[in-house]
DNA sequence: TTTTGTGAACTAGTTCACAGCT
DNA sequence: AGCTGTGAACTAGTTCACAAAA
């Protein structure tokens, strides 16, 4: 019974309307983040009850979230790590890497490039772009080229970008965007500030650290007068 | 039973237990956003249809939310904007401002201090912290200076810092927001992937860049074969 | 036994739709 | 007329609880 479509009989939708929500999705990364730890320590299997303690999350949500994937456990036993840890790398598209590209060599964009956190997961960032003179042709410290954003449409084909970081100032994030959907980008994450528009098809996912430090300081704010 | 029992039946917690989700919290940071460009561009009153239509939100939601804090509408002309705006940086505590002390003084966290975007909501960094000689004493490129963290309870005091920032590497991360806790901070934005421990009372919000990363590519491996 | 996979029950969040104010 | 504030209806997401498998 690995993905059999239940409820109208008759009445399917075209295609396969995406059923796994992005929260589901996020916590698949964070079920293989402690994966790879279990792998690492030698663990060999792991059960969703075990699983769910590390963080606070429910057992039955985590065998939910995998059970929209296929029967990947083994009852009266739990979850084969290193089979389960193969299975989300391949659900989540990292058995193929996937190539970044960083859209503004700024303080941010720089950081990013040389963060060295998501290589090992299977990203690579291949390319940073920004329109300043000085900044076109230089490296970051960690060696990624810096380009000239007009030829972000080469060095996309060229490296096979899938992904694009957008770390430029709000002032310009929609234009950046709109190049790089131009490019037949099809995934962005976003970190300036303010609503971007894509069209239907391409993903964008944004972090907005004002909007989290807002959240912070409403949570301070409320805590004053109500303690 | 990870998480809190059933609550004893009428032994429910004092006060009112605050029935504002962080989705609501989050939106209210985005209306304001949107109030201060309005307010900007000379903008008298706005109404929640013309504010939904901005980003793509239902009305009714935003009527809601603004609702749970007051009655700030008029009816038949809409919110004045001007007053919406001084009543939503009061509820998101912004009116007076917020101290926030980054830990760790690499490259994000550089990045993070010298990043404009929030000093015009009312965030101040006052200081960052390492735990690297070298770096130690030295600024930030915007000036803001690096001190030992094992000086971090006395800058707290003496800084009135509300805010911790956590841009350190992740297998030090628990170490330093127990430093952080311990020094009575309540609120912490998170950077470092993984989950962090923190006590009841203190708010935990954390930015986890390869779970961002790794849903965009979850997005792209469904594409590929789905459609 | 133990632990999965999953319908059913429940809870949280969103949208509808309309009474009532200006 | 126009628009808010809000109960009711709806939708999405989580947790429960148990039959079935190893």
Redesign the pocket.
Known sequence: ??R?N?LPPEERPRAIVE?V????TN?LSVYLRCLNALETSGVR???????AEQF?????????????F??????????YVTELRRHLRQILGLDRGVRVAIMGAGNLGLALADYGGFRDDGFEIVALFDTTKDKIGRRSRGGVVIYDIREFRKIVKREAVQVAVIAVPAASAQHVVNIVVGAGVKAILNFSPGALKVPRGVKLKSLDLTVSLESLSFFLAQGESGE
Do not use: C, W
């Open positions: 019974m690995t059999e239940k059923p929500s992005e929260l589901t916590r299997t792991i059960s969703s009850q075990a699983l606070h999350l429910n057992a039955a949500q985590i065998r939910k979230d995998l059970a929209y296929g029967e990947f456990g083994v009852r009266g036993i739990g979850y």
